[in-house]
């Protein structure tokens, strides 16, 4: 039997700390149901994380627990290209060679660059500026056919096809023009504190944001202070952005749609409802925390996978690369 060649889809996490349960229900667990459909390739963006000033050791720490907690949400090694972007050099090469067909015009456009130059005033550095060359470099060398993206990222990703068009361009058909993939949107989850926000781990709060790792009792207490409005009625409305957000969260965890939640919490206050949240989170991180908590203990394991997986995107990603260099007329080593 002929069997359909699956498409591709890549996508990179910065390991910037304990996901939290936006990045989970946002993008992690999405890119779990995926992994029969699709041929996927998942990595720690290391090199990206460098653009803003880290403590070396903290780093190192936050790339492995980055990698283990990708395998703790059920991302399974075999089916799946699961690496760390640092180990693979193509990325770093064929990033510097894309800067090179990057104009200083387009990089100054970026919103994630200004916002970024704003915010770290003292060390608006070069890397900060090529980012979106690195992370057209990281999805290109693969031949991505789908990039699943937050729309915070979608400029880089049109970045990526123009990049990639102007080479293809210049040297014929070097690289696959990737797409967004949009199609089982994840939840956006908010702040708890500040619901117009979307929830982050780099939020000063901690009860702004629910972490994969926080402890039960700490989940239900974050939600039971969350912010709400001032009416009584779980309700999904305009303008009941608390409530929403915690309705978003609920439908997603449970499958039940707004109305079944609204009839299910009808004539029980905010107080059971948060309450019902809280639970039910738990209830759904409870397997990823034991994983991950397993894996602590299988050191061999979890540094077994990341380096097959170097491997083996070495291998992919080194053929684009060689492609590329001849292309662009670099002289190939003696053999
Ligand atoms: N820039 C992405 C983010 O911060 C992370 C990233 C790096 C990425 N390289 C990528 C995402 C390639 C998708 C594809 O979220």
Redesign the pocket.
Known sequence: METEKKKSI?????PTGVFTLGNYLGAIRNWKSMQDEFDCAY?V?DL?SLTVRQDPADLKKRSLDAYRMLLASGLDPEKNLMFI?SHVPAHAELGWILSCYSLFGELSRMT?FKDKSAKHEDNINAGLFD?PA??AA??LLYQ?DL????A??TQ??EFTRDVANRFNGLYGDVFKIPEGYYGKTGARVMSLQDPTKKMSKSDTNQNAFISILDDPKVIVNKFKRAVTDSETEVAFREGKDGINNLMGIYSAVTGKSMDEITQEFAGKGYGDFKIAVGEAVVEELRPIQEEYARLLTEKDYVEACYKKGAETAAYVAGKTLSKVKKKVGLLPPAK
């Open positions: 890549l996508s990179g996490i910065q990595f963006a990206h972007q994630q980012y690195l992370m990281d999805i991505a990039v699943p993206v937050g915070d990222q880089h990703l």
